[in-house]
C-alpha cells in the first residue's frame, strides 16, 4: 500500500540548532505538504510544493526551509531551531491540486530545548 | 486569525447515540471541506468530504451537512462506537488555491461504552 513516512518520530534538539525531518512518500504525488499542530492552532501550513523544483511559503514559514529534488521526498529545515519551533510536525501530499484529500503520515514530534 | 473554528474543545456520548461535530468557517471563498480523524500518536485520516454545490454527503455512519448561508458544516456519526473516540478536524480549502487547507483546532470525541 501506499503511504507517508515521516522520520524520525521523535527528536530533542537544542537552540540554535539545524534540523531535518524528512518525509518520503510512496503515493507518487506530485502535491506535498508540510503542516505543525499545535494546542490551540489546529493544524498550520508551513511549506508546499507542486512538483520537482517547485516549493513555496505557507501560513507560517519563517525559520523553516524545503527543498524537492525528486517527486517521493520534502525534507523540512529549521535553519537555526527555536523553542517556538516545539512542536508535532505532519508530512502529507494529495493527488491533485483541487479538491483532493490530504493523505498525511505520522509525525514527528520535535522539542526545541 | 482562526478562518476554521471547532467551538466545542470536547464531547461525550454514549454508545449507540448519535455524536455531533460543528464547525464554522468565516472565508465565504471555501468551496471544499474535509473532515479528518486523529487517534494519538498518528497522522490525521480522511473521512469525508463535502463540496460547495452540495449539502450534504453520506459515507456509512458518516454524514456530512453544510450550511454555505451560515457559514456551518457538522459531522453526523450514527450510531456511534467506541473506536469512534478520537480527535475530529475540520478543515477547508479555497477555489484556486492548490489545496491548501485551513484546520479547525479540533473536537475531542469521547464514545462512552
Known amino acids: 500500500d501506499a503511504e507517508i513516512t515521516q522520520s524520525p518520530r521523535h527528536k530533542i534538539t537544542e537552540t540554535g540548532r539545524q534540523v531535518t525531518l524528512a518525509c518520503h512518500q510512496t503515493w507518487n504525488h506530485n502535491n506535498m505538504f508540510w503542516y505543525r499542530q499545535d494546542l490551540g492552532h489546529g493544524l498550520r501550513l508551513i511549506h508546499y510544493s507542486y512538483g520537482v523544483q517547485d516549493t513555496n511559503k505557507g501560513e507560517v514559514s519563517d525559520g523553516y526551509s524545503v527543498s524537492r529534488s525528486n517527486t517521493e521526498d520534502l525534507p523540512l529545515t529549521l535553519e537555526s531551531a527555536a523553542s517556538s519551533q516545539t512542536s508535532v510536525y505532519f508530512c502529507?501530499?494529495?493527488?491533485?491540486?483541487?479538491?483532493?484529500?490530504?493523505?498525511f503520515g505520522n509525525g514527528t514530534r520535535l522539542t526545541v530545548t | 486569525d482562526q478562518q476554521v473554528k471547532q467551538n466545542s474543545p470536547s464531547l461525550s456520548v454514549q454508545e449507540g447515540r448519535i455524536s455531533i461535530l460543528n464547525c464554522d468557517y468565516t472565508?465565504?471563498?471555501?468551496?471544499?471541506f474535509l473532515w479528518y480523524k486523529k487517534y494519538p500518536a498518528e497522522g490525521p485520516t480522511f473521512l469525508i468530504s463535502?463540496?460547495?454545490?452540495?449539502d450534504k454527503n453520506e459515507d456509512g455512519r458518516f454524514t456530512v451537512f453544510l450550511n454555505k448561508s451560515a457559514k456551518h458544516l457538522s459531522l453526523h456519526i450514527v450510531p456511534s462506537q467506541p473506536g469512534d473516540s478520537a480527535v475530529y478536524f475540520c478543515?477547508?480549502?479555497?477555489?484556486?488555491?492548490?489545496?491548501?487547507?485551513?484546520f479547525g483546532t479540533g473536537t475531542s470525541l469521547t464514545v462512552i461504552p
Open positions: 472565508n465565504s471563498m471555501f468551496d471544499y
Open positions: 463535502i463540496s460547495s454545490i452540495k
Open positions: 502529507a501530499s494529495s493527488e491533485r491540486l483541487t479538491n483532493s484529500p490530504l493523505h
Open positions: 478543515a477547508a480549502s479555497r477555489v484556486n488555491t492548490g489545496n491548501q487547507f485551513y
